[in-house]
């Protein structure tokens, strides 16, 4: 059985920074695309960053590029999001996602992905 379990999340200042973590457990990432989506209060899940199975390209959302990484470390089994520059909007609650494949370029849609992680919330607030 896959599991996700996210941590790091909660109250921080705009233009700081914050890690999510997100352990894995169940699923090997040597051979999974990743990926982070999240959603603020009445809005939709939105993917924002993903990383690629095989050459583990990454890719972003446009909201996001330039201030947020995704990373992943096989040996830990944990995915990574490195929030830094954070802004008010950026506020939700933050899921992460995973889904096996050998070699596959991964996307930003919720429909690539068939395991996921509770959630953990952000809050950027003064």
């Known amino acids: 059985q896959v599991q996700l379990v996210e941590s790091g999340g909660g109250l921080v200042q705009p233009g700081g920074s914050l890690r999510l973590s997100c352990a894995v457990s169940?699923?090997?990432?040597?051979?999974?695309?990743i990926a982070w989506f999240r959603q603020a209060p009445g809005k939709e899940r939105e993917g924002i960053s993903c990383?690629?199975?095989?050459?583990?390209?990454?890719n972003y959302a446009d909201s996001v590029k330039g201030r947020f990484t995704i990373s992943r470390d096989n040996a830990k089994a944990t995915i990574y999001l490195q929030m830094n520059s954070l802004k008010p909007e950026d506020t939700a609650v933050y899921y992460c996602?995973?889904?096996?494949?050998?070699?596959?370029?991964?996307?930003?849609?919720?429909?690539?992905?068939?395991?996921w992680g509770q959630g953990t919330p952000v809050t950027v607030s003064s």
């Open positions: 996602a995973a889904d096996r494949a050998f070699s596959r370029i991964c996307l930003l849609s919720s429909k690539e992905y068939g395991a």
């Open positions: 169940g699923l090997s990432l040597d051979f999974s695309i």
């Open positions: 990383s690629s199975s095989g050459d583990q390209r990454t």
